[in-house]
């Protein structure tokens, strides 16, 4: 179970947080989020919480280093851009931790080694041992060898299943944009939604698309998803924009909070 994390402003002495970021906000114009992210990881860090970081991101970092015009709809190029962006996105991490003598881990998941009881062992005992060490883990979807048929589809359900295999305080899903609302911010008539209760019904908010970036796979739909998902074995979700991750992390009011299913 969680270690009393019943708030926001409990995320400040947290002990275990996954944080996850998708690919918009860590690729492209947007590739120089990465440092105050790290920033924002490293201070959780510094006051002895154990960070684990979901990383979506390596398709759309690998796009330009194969000169691509945009995301590649065919699998092997998909592969392809992933095995040279995920390369690429794990040094610009490092060389960001390395400001803080952080030493990251890579782990890579496909949705077979969750679904897979030896392969989820292993991949629980590998973070355990990393986070034991003060090493940062950082997961991603392994996209080289992931199956258009088999995947978690977007990294928001992989942060979901990692913090129930870790045992998270919480969860923190980091957008583009900075909280949930009744329907696309940019629409007429939407309104911020700050507190989910794990009951409420959400049948009458509408979910917009990927974003305007348009190089991820997730949305608010998938977001809301992954919360209910996690919330149901009672982790906390705090759903906030990528540039307030550092306030998010120090206990701000902020974003939407999804409160935990009630213990049985």
């Known amino acids: 179970?969680?270690?009393?994390?019943?708030?926001?402003?409990?995320?400040?002495?947290?002990?275990?947080?996954?944080?996850?970021?998708?690919?918009s906000s860590v690729s492209g114009p947007n590739v120089g989020q990465i440092a105050p992210?790290?920033?924002?990881?490293?201070a959780a860090h510094a006051r002895g919480c154990e960070v684990i970081l979901v990383s979506s991101g390596a398709i759309a970092t690998g796009i330009p280093f194969l000169k691509l015009d945009g995301r590649p709809t065919d699998l092997a190029t998909q592969q392809a851009a992933a095995a040279v962006g995920q390369n690429v996105l794990i040094y610009r991490y490092q060389e960001s931790l390395s400001r803080y003598s952080i030493v990251?881990?890579?782990?890579l998941l496909t949705a077979g080694d969750m679904e897979n009881a030896t392969h989820r062992s292993n991949?629980?005992?590998?973070?355990?041992?990393?986070?034991?060490?003060r090493i940062l883990p950082i997961v991603n979807e392994n996209d080289t060898v992931a199956t258009q048929e088999i995947r978690f589809g977007d990294n928001d359900r992989l942060a979901a299943l990692v913090s129930i295999l870790v045992s998270a305080d919480v969860l923190?899903?980091?957008?583009?944009?900075?909280?949930l609302y009744s329907r696309p911010p940019g629409e007429p008539g939407a309104m911020k939604i700050d507190h989910v209760e794990?009951?409420?019904?959400?049948?009458?908010?509408?979910?917009?698309?990927?974003?305007?970036?348009?190089?991820?796979?997730?949305?608010?739909?998938?977001?809301?998803a992954a919360a209910r998902l996690a919330a149901a074995s009672g982790i906390p979700v705090l759903l906030a924009a990528t540039?307030?991750?550092?306030?998010?992390?120090?206990?701000?009011?902020?974003?939407?909070w999804f409160a935990p299913a009630?213990?049985?």
């Open 123 to 133: 991949a629980q005992r590998a973070m355990e041992r990393l986070l034991g060490l």
């Open 1 to 23: 179970m969680t270690g009393g994390v019943r708030s926001r402003s409990d995320l400040s002495t947290a002990r275990r947080i996954v944080v996850k970021v998708g690919s």
């Open 37 to 42: 992210l790290v920033d924002a990881l490293a």
């Open 172 to 179: 923190v899903l980091l957008s583009d944009i900075d909280a």
């Open 262 to 264: 009630l213990p049985h």
């Open 104 to 107: 990251a881990g890579q782990i």
């Open 243 to 256: 540039g307030s991750v550092s306030q998010a992390l120090e206990g701000a009011d902020l974003g939407t």
């Open 198 to 224: 794990f009951a409420d019904d959400l049948s009458g908010v509408t979910f917009g698309d990927i974003g305007s970036a348009g190089v991820g796979t997730g949305g608010a739909g998938t977001k809301v």
